[in-house]
């Protein structure tokens, strides 16, 4: 059931009698209004700085007022333009309207299908048809929003959707969750039901300190056909460690720690040549620069990528299997980076950090999780460089079977929880054979053309009882370093798979040490093993 299919729908603001209106902030002792009008201001396509519509857009589907985001003292707007067609058919959009006192526009952001931010969307989602101040969830000083999609088909046709917006001052949005059906806490709907077709913040209802919404679905059939309801969400509290510091962090620091740099900062940073690589068009890909002595926000490898946006396109990287690979972000915080997580296999349809099902996650407090299920990866670290507020992230990858082309998504959030994703379309594509143990076998064959030599005939029993306790077949336990040194190696980094496979087939009679000799010192060449 949805409103008319209309050419254009226009937002008006009534600025009511009252000096104490939503638009000036000012308060006067006994003022009043009678609820008549006294005077408006149209803001519509091309009028009084609204933003260049098309037919069919139906801007003024929603509207909300977000607090003063640019710091001028008047309140901003977000306006809902629910079948807009960035991207593809009614998949809608939210403008982000930055106002002047006597109610006209004075600039204005487009949120919609990748675009500042943007979740992406499919065709009939209706992303803008309700949207509501949420207040500052995050802590970063910039409220944030929920927009309901009451179209979207998250587990089945029209279940409907509302998704959180974690907001940048500048309008943008710095990071999203989608809640829908079975999803990131989304109650079971069913098909038809357009969740999202409304959304309210009701303030903390179980004393939490984090806002409560409520969320229309009106086509639920509970009780009867087409009966509707209403779910009150109770939104998930992240304790984090007091501290003396201001808000934001150190010095009042807000800012996210995102990698991606504007125009102007890259024009202050980087020579001209880097400049003519950047695109406007977050679709359209971007060339790499192979040139190691510019610390470019994104490397992969030895390309290196002008990233400006929250979506980016860049030139897909082909990669081969057992060929390691090396992604660096370089970026700047204040505050220092706990949390930096890679979001990948990901393309289509399914191109959100909630579609994703293979992931690294670094954060300082905790023990790297890697979450693999295909089993892509035979190796994956991250290391963090830190020097005063800069930093280099590197996620070291080794891939053991192929992977179809995919989006690279970051997350990341400094000591104060500001919080930033970054998305990298067609990132890269792994090409080549699997890795199998077969593979692991011949890379030791040379091994047993040298059984009789002085230097593998034999292995003394101590050597064989640290293999032995290094692969967890004695209650006492041997390092990775001991290993090494025990086979006359030096590092103190091997692979939880080298050792899951080695240290069983040693074990159980089917390989030897002198294999896993051979096989680290073809690792440590390739830096698989360090």
């Known amino acids: 059931m949805h409103l008319a299919h209309l050419k254009s729908i226009f937002l008006v603001i009534l600025l009511v009698s009252s000096v104490g209106g939503f638009l000036n902030h000012k308060a006067y002792a006994a003022t009043t209004s009678d609820g008549t009008v006294a005077s408006s201001v149209k803001i519509a396509s091309g009028t009084n700085g609204g933003p260049t519509l098309a037919d069919g857009d139906r801007f003024g589907s929603s509207v909300a007022g977000i607090g003063d985001l640019d710091g001028n003292g008047v309140t901003d707007l977000a306006v809902g333009a629910d079948q807009d067609d960035t991207g593809g058919t009614d998949r809608g959009a939210t403008y982000i309207l930055f106002m002047n006192s006597a109610g006209t526009v004075a600039s204005s952001v487009k949120i919609a299908s990748g675009t500042n931010g943007g979740p992406t969307l499919a065709d009939g989602d209706q992303f803008g048809f309700s949207v509501a101040n949420i207040g500052d969830l995050n802590g970063n000083g910039v409220t944030d929003i929920a927009v309901g999609a009451n179209g979207d088909d998250t587990g089945g046709s029209s279940r409907g959707a509302i998704y959180i917006l974690f907001m940048n001052s500048a309008g943008t949005v710095a990071s999203s969750v989608k809640i829908a059906s079975g999803t990131n806490g989304g109650p079971t709907l069913t098909d038809s039901n357009e969740f999202g077709v409304s959304v309210a913040n009701i303030g903390d209802l179980n004393g939490n300190e984090i806002n409560e919404l409520a969320v229309g679905s009106q086509l639920d059939d509970t009780g009867g056909t087409d009966r509707g309801a209403a779910y009150i969400l109770f939104l998930t509290a992240i304790t984090t460690p007091a501290t003396t510091s201001g808000g934001g962090g150190p010095k009042g620091d807000v800012s996210s720690p995102s990698f991606s740099l504007d125009r102007f900062t890259f024009s202050r940073l980087f020579p001209e040549h880097v400049l003519d690589t950047l695109q406007d068009d977050p679709y359209t890909p971007i060339e790499p620069i192979k040139d190691e002595t510019l610390a470019l926000p994104l490397v992969i490898n030895d390309n290196g990528y002008a990233i ?191 050792k899951k496979f080695f240290g069983e087939n040693i074990h159980n009679g089917q390989l030897e040490i002198k294999d896993l000799k051979l096989a680290l010192e073809y690792l440590l060449k390739t830096d698989v093993v360090n």
Not at 439 to 452: G, R
């Open 308 to 498: 400006s946006k929250y979506t980016n396109t860049i030139v897909t990287n082909t990669i081969e299997t057992g060929n390691p690979v090396n992604i660096k972000l370089n970026l700047s915080d204040e505050t220092g980076i706990e949390h930096v997580a890679l979001y990948t296999n990901l393309r289509g349809e399914k191109r959100e950090i909630q579609d994703s099902d293979t992931y690294i996650i670094f954060d300082e407090y905790k023990e790297l999780e890697i979450i693999d299920p295909h089993e892509f990866f035979s190796f994956a670290n991250v290391t963090v460089y830190e020097n005063n507020t800069k930093y280099s992230i590197n996620f070291n990858i080794t891939f053991a079977k192929p992977m179809v082309k995919s989006d690279i998504i970051f997350r990341m959030w400094d000591d104060r929880r500001n919080v930033a994703d970054t998305r990298i379309l067609d990132a890269w594509e792994i090409v080549g054979d699997d890795i199998t143990k077969e593979q692991f076998s011949l890379l030791a064959e040379p091994a047993v053309k040298q059984a009789e030599s002085s230097e593998f005939a034999l292995f003394d029993n101590e050597k064989s009882l640290i293999i032995d306790e290094w692969a967890g077949y004695y209650e006492d336990t041997a390092s990775n370093k001991k290993v090494l040194q025990a086979l006359g190696l030096e590092g103190q980094y091997i692979p939880h798979w080298v």
